[in-house]
Nanobody, 120 residues
């Protein structure tokens, strides 16, 4: 079994910063890609950023230049550094991963979500 545990959310003022972390554990052989998605109240879940095992990154236009995704392969952990936060970044942030395990591939494994609130 695979488990993703996210952390680092909280309340921050506009213009502030937060760093999210997500650690994957279980019978993992390698992580193909990891990413962050978010869902604001009344809205659909949307992609924020993804990173592959080769560290190719992809960002939503709304966060380009403000957010940075990175990963530590040795720790099976992905990070999301969020700077210049705006009220519209308020959402529950979910970690996502595509992995190869000892029993085969696992696609769209999700973490439990962490709340990010940007408000003065």
């Amino acid at each position: 079994q695979v488990q993703l545990v996210g952390s680092g959310g909280g309340l921050v003022q506009p213009g502030g910063s937060l760093r999210l972390s997500c650690a994957a554990s279980g019978n993992i052989v390698n992580i193909i890609a990891m990413g962050w998605y978010r869902q604001a109240p009344g809205k659909q879940r949307e992609l924020v950023a993804t990173i592959t095992s080769a560290r190719y990154t992809n960002y939503a236009d709304s966060v380009k230049g403000r957010f940075t995704i990175s990963r530590d392969n040795a720790k099976n952990t992905v990070y999301l550094q969020m700077n210049s936060l705006k009220p519209e970044d308020t959402a529950v942030y979910y970690c996502n991963a595509h992995l190869m395990t000892t029993t085969g591939p696992v696609y769209d494994s999700w973490g439990q979500g962490t709340q990010v609130t940007v408000s003065s």
